[in-house]
């Protein structure tokens, strides 16, 4: 059975980094898109960034120029690098593998910015 496992998530400071880590088990990595989501207290859950399976990219607004996602193929997992956070950006991370026929969630990885 499919299953992604989100790791590196915690407390850190206004202005501070993050690097999130998602690692797929059971699935052909290579053929899913992957993406990061987050969810705030009392909001819906919104897409971060995606990256596809040929390395495009796409980024929420608020993410562009601060976020960086990434895949090691190798690894099957898939990266958020984050820099510059801000108290708004504290949520729970989720990390997403979507194929044509499928759709894979993980549990998700608190991250909490704040002095």
């Known amino acids: 059975q499919a299953q992604l496992v989100e790791s590196g998530g915690g407390l850190v400071q206004p202005g501070g980094s993050l690097r999130l880590s998602c690692q797929a088990s059971g699935t052909d990595f290579s053929m899913y898109a992957m993406g990061w989501f987050r969810q705030a207290p009392g909001k819906q859950r919104e897409l971060v960034a995606q990256i596809i399976s040929d390395g495009n990219t796409n980024y929420a607004a608020s993410a562009k120029g601060r976020f960086t996602i990434s895949r090691d193929n190798s690894r099957d997992t898939v990266y958020l690098q984050m820099n510059s956070l801000k108290p708004e950006d504290t949520a729970v991370y989720y990390c997403?593998?979507?194929?044509?026929?499928?759709?894979?969630w993980g549990q998700g990885t608190q991250v909490t910015v704040s002095s």
């Open positions: 997403n593998a979507k194929a044509y026929l499928s759709m894979i």
